[in-house]
């Protein structure tokens, strides 16, 4: 290609792309410019001198730093001349003169780049004999990262990180000269969610993780692929352990999903892992206390128990939760006992069956980076998925992508330009069809009947316009909108809108859990075979009983919340594992309580735990081997890096053991004995999964083709949403949503953390005003089935007549207050 | 660093500031020099708060207006005097013997001559500079935007006299 030029390094030619910066092309020819601010993922900047060459110019040769150096054809350099090597050795010299060279005791000794270029490159010898300048040597930048301004060699990476990717220009460079130093605004905490990549970006040992710190040595650490499952994006992390105890977790490059970076929650909350409260063996409910059993006697228990219950009851009394959160192994490991060896159908998980949502999540991440439209409807990206957000961000700034923003909050989104609208809970199918109708008109289309009543304002037409026109829109709806009462309706209405703007095969979901995809994908869904398989195909199902060895029932199961609900009619056993429904709802605890034989398998002794007859100790992913899938369908490995817990075993191998014990006669069908083999399985199973297998997916993971399932999306008219009724004393329309700092199970584990997350209802300043309540005021938010109890924290993020209280707060789950309009209920808000 | 005091203002600093506030909106980061030059004219010298407001007013991360704060020496981010003070400390002057004319400084205001300082009644703020650029001159200072020198010991007190 013409783009390729001839370039002279020390006398010898080599091609470079034209354009592309000295460091690059000469690093493609073998040769390692020394740098210290330049970064691949950050913008050139030339600050810190280390990469000085000499370039032969009009007037004689002088020195350039390469990092900053375009190349085009024909350019000479010298990078070895005694010049050039000076030049870097002074540089060298002058950073190591006030470098307090405690790499002894310094996190990054073994790692540092400062160490490994002063042995290149260094002088060997200091000029110097002064005393070393004293700076802030253990100064938190937040509850997370610690800076020693004295190893700081100011190469503004962390700065520019923070810029250039999250948008939150946090830290700044203050002072000058000797004095400089790297600090936030007084009085501010470094709050950005991404914070932690600064962390890995920092050449030296300045950064350092406060919650891993002083725990191991670089080099005696082994390390592990693996992936973050904190939620949907599927993050590629390296989990660095010694001992088989996790020491820390660093991003690791994938381009296809996370680039070079992770969110803080999958940096650092990692203390589920070691928390006191693992379950380290079986219990099992003796005179009516939890005691401690063996395996054998614990699985013989289970077996006894949900064969009592199938003899005297039908199978049909009998049901399997499972989780989003678990691997797929397990998941389609507990799908198939129920189906080939219970005999059932009652199999789900908490955003299973109820959600209504695009099974194949969204098209792609990287469209994400290549939109020049961004549509987002009832998500929150910079809460459910701070990585993503990040691309969004860059979308918007770099590409100068409109962002249209339709959530009941305020996000953080809306901070870019584009339309934003934040339609009251009940509104939004209104605002939808308005949508629909102006996207019609135009593209010239006639508008049905049942929309023309729609109004459409100057807003909807600019967004609607906006979308018709756009080349590559990426667009995606979230939990919100998706999930409990009305959001069929409210599903249908928006895909309307896509369908009518010419887009309608790129409406995608955000899965916010990390294996939501994945748990669909094997098939654990009442009404669903692995695959997305109806379960009604007989063909799938004759497929399956072969693969299976036994008959499967044809009768649709129960999902989720039926099968609680039935806990007091015909449900009389559950299996539930790594799902917490009493932790989410506590009225859920007298219909569990009603059922003759609970199993729960999980890593704590849950609320729902607690309720069991027989608790089964399950490995977390990072103590087992398992595949996940992301929200676009990319699954992924990761791979077994610590010791387990105790006796606690990986989900698979449970209910490996359970099945071999329940049914000897099938055991032929129940042989496998790794997730990997497990796996193989599963790609049998699952007609997307074909051709994949453990080792096929290395390091990058496979994602399954979108087109791989086909989904037909048609302009409709759908149920009138009816919003739960507005009087007195209910008069604030309730709002959930999931933020990054909850309170939830595996995050409040991370007790360092405790502090972030944020215990509150939010209500808009007006209402406040109008209650006469402050900010941090006790407050009851109350629904016609139960009241809460939580601080006041005034906002103008939300809309006044709104009242919003988070998922997941430890003794407030907002559960609680759903009633038959489930989280779109209407609350009374009053001082407690 | 910086201070943990904030300003208060007269009431027709506090106008004076929401003028200019006003007239800088949305200005963005070019505008932020001369913006801190004029409110620091009108405050004396730069508080938590107004630098928050001042990124506010323009629509620039604050981080940006306290790195350009804290880089350029000329801006306050603590109480200073009333007038400033700034004597050179540089080899021209000390060579002249600014040591004395430092050190008669310090006595009528009561700071300290190797560091400088404010005064008690917080009229003047002693501080001691880097070559000012008038070795011509030496010793030389400056008080306020005002060149003087060679200025002698015992002009001392009519120079902090005539001062209003
Ligand atoms: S940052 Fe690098 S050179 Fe500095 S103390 Fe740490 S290991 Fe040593
Ligand atoms: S803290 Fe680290 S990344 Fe930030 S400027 Fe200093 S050396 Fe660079
Ligand atoms: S690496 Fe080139 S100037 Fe810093
Ligand atoms: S040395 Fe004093 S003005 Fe130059």
Redesign the pocket.
């Given at each position: 290609m013409s783009d390729w030029i001839t370039i002279t390094i020390d006398g010898k030619e080599i091609q470079a792309r034209r354009g592309e910066l000295l460091?690059e092309a000469a690093a493609r020819a073998g040769i390692h410019i020394p740098?210290?601010?330049?970064h691949p993922k950050l913008d050139p900047?030339?600050?810190?001198?280390?990469?000085l060459v000499e370039m032969e110019g009009r007037r004689g040769k002088m020195l350039v730093?390469?990092?900053?150096t375009p190349v085009n054809d024909g350019m000479v350099f010298y990078y070895n001349s005694e010049r050039a090597r000076d030049a870097r050795q002074g540089t060298l010299e002058v950073i190591l003169a006030n470098h307090p060279l405690d790499c002894p005791i310094c996190d990054k000794g073994g790692e540092c780049d400062l160490q490994d270029q002063a042995m290149e490159h260094g002088p060997g010898k200091s000029h110097y004999w002064e005393p070393k300048r004293h700076k802030e040597k253990n100064y938190p930048l937040s509850d997370l990262i610690v800076l020693d301004q004295e190893r700081c060699i100011l190469?503004w990476r962390c700065i520019r990180y923070l810029d250039e990717w999250e948008d939150k220009p946090q830290l700044g460079l203050f002072h000058r000269g000797s004095d400089s130093v790297i600090d936030k605004f007084p009085g501010t905490e470094l709050d950005a969610y991404t914070s932690g990549n600064i962390i890995d970006l920092c050449p030296v040992g300045a950064l350092t993780n406060r919650l891993a710190r002083f725990q191991f040595r670089p080099w005696v650490l082994e390390h592990t692929n693996s992936i973050c499952t904190h939620c949907g994006m599927g993050c590629n992390l390296r989990i660095d352990t010694r001992d088989f105890r996790v020491r820390r977790n660093v991003a690791r490059e994938n381009m296809a999903v996370n680039d070079a970076w992770i969110c803080d929650k999958g940096r650092f909350a990692n203390g589920f892992l070691f928390s006191e409260k693992r379950l380290t063996q079986p219990l099992a409910r003796i005179d009516g206390e939890l005691q401690p059993i063996s395996w054998p006697e614990a699985i013989q228990r289970v077996v006894e128990g949900l064969k009592g219950v199938v003899e005297k009851e039908g199978p049909g009394a009998v049901g399997g939760i499972g989780s989003a959160k678990l691997s797929n192994e397990a998941n389609y490991l507990l799908g198939k006992f129920m189906r080939a060896l219970v005999g059932t159908n009652n199999i789900d998980f908490r955003e299973g069956s109820a959600l209504k949502a695009e099974r194949r999540g969204v098209t792609s991440l990287q469209d994400a980076r290549d939109a020049d439209l961004i549509v987002i409807m009832g998500a929150d990206p910079s809460e459910e998925m701070p990585v993503l957000a990040n691309f969004l961000k860059r979308a918007a700034r770099r590409r100068n992508a409109p962002v249209i923003v339709i959530h009941p909050r305020r996000i953080e989104l809306t901070k870019y330009p584009g339309v934003h609208f934040h339609p009251l809970p009940g509104d939004e199918p209104a605002l939808f069809d308005a949508l629909t109708k102006a996207a019609l008109q135009a593209r010239g289309q006639a508008v049905p009947n049942w929309l023309a009543d729609a109004e459409v304002s100057d807003e909807v037409k600019e967004a609607a316009t906006l979308l018709v026109n756009a080349q590559n829109p990426f667009i995606i709806y979230g939990t919100d909108y998706a999930w409990g009462y009305g959001s069929a309706s409210i599903v249908q209405a928006l895909t309307n809108w896509i369908v009518a703007s010419g887009h309608g095969d790129r409406l995608g979901f955000l899965h916010s859990q990390a294996n939501a995809v994945g748990a669909a994908d094997v098939g654990l869904l009442p009404d669903m075979l692995p695959g997305h398989q109806r379960l009604a195909d007989e063909l799938a199902r004759m497929e399956l009983e072969k693969l299976w060895g036994s008959k499967i029932p044809t009768q649709p199961g129960l999902g989720y919340s039926g099968m609680i609900a039935s806990a007091l009619g015909r449900i009389k056993a559950l299996y539930i594992m790594g799902a917490d429904p009493v932790g989410e709802k506590s009225s859920y605890a007298e219909k569990l309580e009603a059922l003759d034989f609970l199993v729960v398998q999980d890593l704590f002794l849950t609320e729902t735990a607690k309720l069991a007859d027989v608790v089964l100790p399950a490995a977390s992913y990072v103590e087992s081997n398992g595949t996940f899938t992301n929200t676009e369908r990319r699954v992924q490995a990761a791979a077994q890096a610590a010791r387990a817990v105790g006796d606690s075993l990986p989900d698979w191998a449970i209910l490996m053991h359970i099945a071999r014990r329940y049914a000897p006669d099938q055991a032929d069908f129940w042989r496998t004995s790794s997730a990997p083999a497990v796996f193989a399985e599963i790609t049998r199973a699952v007609p997307q999964y074909a051709g994949m297998s453990w080792e096929s997916l290395g390091e990058r993971g496979q994602p399954w083709a979108w087109d791989a399932l086909e989904v037909t999306r048609e302009l409709a008219p759908y149920a009138k949403l009816e919003p739960a009724p507005l009087e007195k004393p209910f008069t604030f329309r309730l709002i959930t949503g999931n933020l990054l700092w909850d309170e939830g199970n595996t995050f409040a584990a991370t007790e360092r953390m405790a502090n972030l997350g944020h215990k509150a209802a939010w209500l808009h300043p007006d209402d406040a005003a109008g209650l006469d309540l402050r900010e941090g005021d006790l407050i009851a938010v109350r629904s016609r089935e139960a009241s809460l109890e939580l601080p006041l924290h005034i906002s103008s993020r939300i809309q006044p007549g709104t009242v919003f209280v988070p998922f997941s707060l430890k003794d407030a789950p907002v559960g609680e207050l759903f009633d038959e309009f489930g989280p779109r209920t209407t609350v009374a808000v009053y001082r407690a | 660093m910086t201070s943990d005091q904030t300003l208060a203002l007269e009431p027709d600093q506090e106008r004076a500031l929401q003028t200019l506030m006003r007239r800088y909106r949305g200005r963005g980061q070019s505008a932020l020099l001369p913006m801190l030059h004029e409110v620091q004219a009108i405050t004396g010298w730069v508080d938590e708060p107004t630098a928050r407001a001042v990124a506010h007013t323009l629509g620039i991360p604050e981080i940006e207006v306290h790195n350009v704060l804290t880089f350029y020496t000329l801006f306050y981010t603590e109480p200073v005097g009333k007038r400033v003070i700034r004597v050179c400390n540089d080899i021209a002057c000390v060579l002249a013997g600014n040591g004395e004319l430092i050190q008669r400084l310090a006595e009528e205001l009561g700071v300290d001559p190797e560091t400088g300082g404010t005064s008690a009644d917080s009229r003047f703020t002693l501080e001691l500079h880097p070559c000012l650029g008038h070795c011509e001159r030496a010793p030389f200072l400056m008080l306020d935007e005002e060149p003087m020198g060679p200025v002698a010991p015992d002009q001392v007190p009519d120079l902090l006299g005539g001062v209003s």
């Open positions: 460091t740098v210290f601010c330049s900047l030339g600050a810190c001198r280390m990469c730093t390469a990092c900053t190469c | -």
